[in-house]
């Protein structure tokens, strides 16, 4: 273990000496010290089973150098992390570096293994194809998967993915989708996103039925104390009682008058001839007080009916226009005449 530590580091020292490619700067000595560095604890991390961390130095080292060595820890590492995809990209990185006649002969050997780690990792990288269902007339779904945006041309084609749980979400203007899936090694998988609605497109018959009817709610009544058919009714009556009674009471007043006349020629003793002067003033006294009292109760209604008041519309709709009152319409009227009064009415 020793001896091969000892082999990769003198690469990298190598490849400073004999200079990074063109496309990048020479490192410094601080640079290739702090690479020799990484490099050695991305392996003891390595050994101990933290991937991830050493994945970390790995591509710091890379980063610093750009030389086949490094490149191939970090794609050895990223396989062991189940990131073929981002493998192979690392491979393809290393094929990219000019090799040179004078290159160190682990360069070379890196080259030869960083082929054969790719060609291994054929197979076994899984792909998806999604495809998005329910795009309306016009629209373009924009997808992504796992965050990251897929062009919009590749979208129903094969999908290079890493194995492992994928999330796949599709937008457009007027729905939306959303599909997870968990894919093995190897594996070629179809993904079907449908999605749902979330805005109607402008125009349709669902944007229709979503408009909101015109407020039609009648406003709030109002209390009215104008008068009614019960105060008419109540002023009748009480017109008619006052009327009845002040007839019946002058009646019933000469009807007394003219029967002390008649006991008074006989010491105060009523003859038989009197008995129906006598019965028509009582009948009279009685009709008058009967006529107050009517007179009395009309006008406690007609009050009431005008102080409680009746619910009224506080802004009545436009109305046809009145027309006739049907025949049968109940009419009150009411009525005094000579020794009569009361109220008529017709239904």
Known sequence: MASRRAVLVAAVVVASVVGAPVAHAKPSAADRETARSLMEEGRDLRDKGNM???????????????????????????VALGLLVEARDTVAAIRKTPAKPNDPVQFKEARVSADQLD???????????????????????????????????????????????????AKTPHGEGKQEVDINEGKQEEVDVTLVATEPPPGSEETAAQTPPPDETPPPPTTSHGPTVLTWAGIGLAGAGVAAGA?????????????????????????????????????????STIGFIAAGAGAAVAVVSLLVGHSAP?????????????ADALRITPFIGLGAAGVRGSF
């Open 52 to 78: 991830k961390e050493a994945l970390r130095r790995f591509q710091g080292a890379d980063a610093i150098m750009h030389v086949p060595t490094t490149g191939l820890e970090v794609a050895k590492t990223q």
């Open 119 to 169: 060609s291994s990792l054929e197979g076994r990288v899984p792909g998806i194809t999604i495809v998005v269902k329910g795009v309306a007339p016009g629209d373009t779904a924009a997808v992504t998967v796992d965050g990251v945006d897929v062009p919009p041309e590749v979208v129903g084609l094969p999908r290079r993915v890493d194995p492992g749980h994928h999330v796949i979400v």
């Open 247 to 287: 007839v019946t009471g002058i009646l019933s007043m000469s009807k007394k008058s003219s029967l002390q006349s008649q006991c008074s020629a006989t010491g105060n003793v009523c003859p038989p001839s009197a008995d129906g002067t006598y019965n028509a003033a009582y009948t009279f006294a009685t009709i």
């Open 314 to 326: 506080s802004a009545p709709a436009a109305q046809p226009p009145a027309s006739q009152p049907p």
